[in-house]
T-cell receptor, first 114, second 114 residues
């Protein structure tokens, strides 16, 4: 069974630009969550999508948004990029939303804002 | 305010000995706990989990202990092997993964010495 696939692996953008990251979950998983990892803050929850609906949202500004398609693939968008948005963005998939299920992570997209 | 704390940024253990990684939490609503292992340039890999109705869960060389009254959990790895060298994250969720997704600690870098 293929794991969680995130594209691209690396990205360099300029301040003020916008960026879209993609995540394909494990086949059969309907929940996709996004996390931001930075050296200072660790792993922080951005949002979760389940069956094309945003279920949960972390404490991030509205510049961070996402969506999920009918095949469970998800995209995350960041508009008006700031230097502080440089981070590793991780996507995780699970079979259920909530519940006692494990989340399986992709390798992440390393975003650098210059 | 950190709700999940891993107070040891790093831990060095000799090969063959027991590694004990600790994690404390402050949110009494957390009822599901997980440990993830992360190598550089890869996403976190799920290791083991425990729900609040249990105080111990074992999987091969990995055992997680939960002390709800102390709001403390620990991961024991016995015996420690060189491949165990990685960063270990403790994570917690409320109501089995509810509104805030997974809340992560900042990680402990485990170094297994030959």
């Amino acid at each position: 069974k293929a794991g969680v696939t995130q594209t691209p692996r690396y990205l360099i953008k300029t301040r003020g630009q916008q960026v879209t990251l993609s995540c394909s979950p494990i086949s059969g998983h309907r929940s996709v969550s996004w996390y931001q990892q930075t050296p200072g803050q660790g792993l922080q929850f951005l949002f979760e999508y389940f069956s094309e609906t945003q279920r949960n949202k972390g404490n991030f500004p509205g510049r961070f948004s996402g969506r999920q398609f009918s095949n469970s693939r998800s995209e995350m968008n960041v508009s008006t990029l700031e230097l502080g948005d440089s981070a590793l963005y991780l996507c995780a998939s699970s079979s259920e939303s909530g519940g006692y299920t494990e989340a399986f992570f992709g390798q992440g997209t390393r975003l650098t804002v210059v | 305010d950190q709700q999940v704390k891993q107070n040891s940024p790093s831990l060095s253990v000799q090969e063959g000995r027991i590694s004990i990684l600790n994690c404390d939490y402050t949110n009494s609503m957390f009822d599901y706990f997980l440990w993830y292992k992360k190598y550089p340039a890869e996403g976190p890999t799920f290791l083991i989990s425990i729900s609040s109705i249990k105080d111990k869960n074992e999987d091969g060389r990995f055992t997680v202990f939960l002390n709800k009254s102390a709001k403390h959990l620990s991961l024991h790895i016995v015996p420690s092997q060189p491949g165990d060298s990685a960063v270990y994250f403790c994570a917690a969720s409320a109501e089995g993964g509810g509104a805030d997704g997974l809340t992560f600690g900042k990680g402990t870098h485990l170094i297994i010495q030959p």
